[in-house]
């Protein structure tokens, strides 16, 4: 997407430097602008963990760009035992987006189709921009899906714009272009349909007030930062015609995780009849799992996230601050489950379909993504 005018990936080759990979340091917004060099697998998993970057799709496609960089860095002799170290310590960044498995198996069985080490990093290398690529097509085209349910719900509001409430970010900046959630809202935009996004702040790490509403802003997509617990009295109202938001794995049955408080939000538009959208691109199915409550794994993460808020202040320097008294604990979990039940549809790149497995099974029947 552009920022300031200029096309931008959230992660891409270095120019005339192979060996070396870039991504917008997402730490740094929305404050500052600025993209970091990737260059030994301990780059991309302290990128991960420490969540330079995140997001599904982008923490997918960094792992497969990871295990090239892997591939070319590998010692000599020992190419076939760093490939599989090096593939656990990615996988064990983060535990709950099925994206990051996802992409580092796909590269693990790519590469073992090669006979010699070049022949291997030079497909490491296709895999990797393949991933990314791939990515980046099948988020443009379920946003043109999911623009058809935003363009029906217009027909209804005579000129009034279509009240989207997201949360977290599903942006182009948790992908590599377009985003998942975003990409309908994108695309409703370019196609003049008049939106206004509702963007919860999404504590603790606040994705929404600084990444959604950062992307919303450069894409000239109306907007208002929300607490948390506005949701609920918003719908009360009539204020929201829908949600939509983006998943970090979601089961062959339809269960969706999803940043932490998506849950809230989903029963809050049950109770209130507001259709529950989630936007996904397959590579985040696991349709080896089927209960989500019962099986995904949350990633429980710092209590400093929770504990400290950073901003930045009057006088332009970027500061952290304690919210609680010094003794005070907490807990952080990263991402809640959704039960099927409360999805009213799902937007993938094939199409749109029921969150059950016969709608997934429908669409996908292949019944895998690798
Ligand atoms: O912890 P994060 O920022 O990596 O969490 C991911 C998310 O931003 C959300 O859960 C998002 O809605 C789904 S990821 C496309």
Redesign the pocket.
Known sequence: MNVDGKHFRTIWVKEGEKSTIQIIDQQKLPHKFEAVDLKTVKDFSAAIKD?YV????L?GATAGYGMYIAALTAPDGGFDSYLKESAEILKAT?PT?SNLAWAVNRQLKAIDGGSTVSEKIVIAYQTACDIADEDAEFCRRLGEHGKSIIEEISKHKNGEPVNILT????GWL??VDYG??TAPIYAAHDAGIKVHVWVDETRP?N?GASLTAWELGKHGVDHHLIVDNAGGHLMQHGMVDMVI????RTTRQGDVA??IG?YLKALAAKDNGVPFYVALPSS?FDFKMRDGVKEIPIEERDAREVRYMVGKTDDGSIEEVLLCPEITDAKNY??DVTPARLVTKLICERGICDASEEGIMDLFPEGTNT
């Open positions: 969540m995140r997001g599904a799709g923490i983060r987006a949360h977290c970010n599903a948790a992908f998942s959630a790490r994705q938001v983006g998943t970090d999803n940043k998506t985040t990263g991402f």
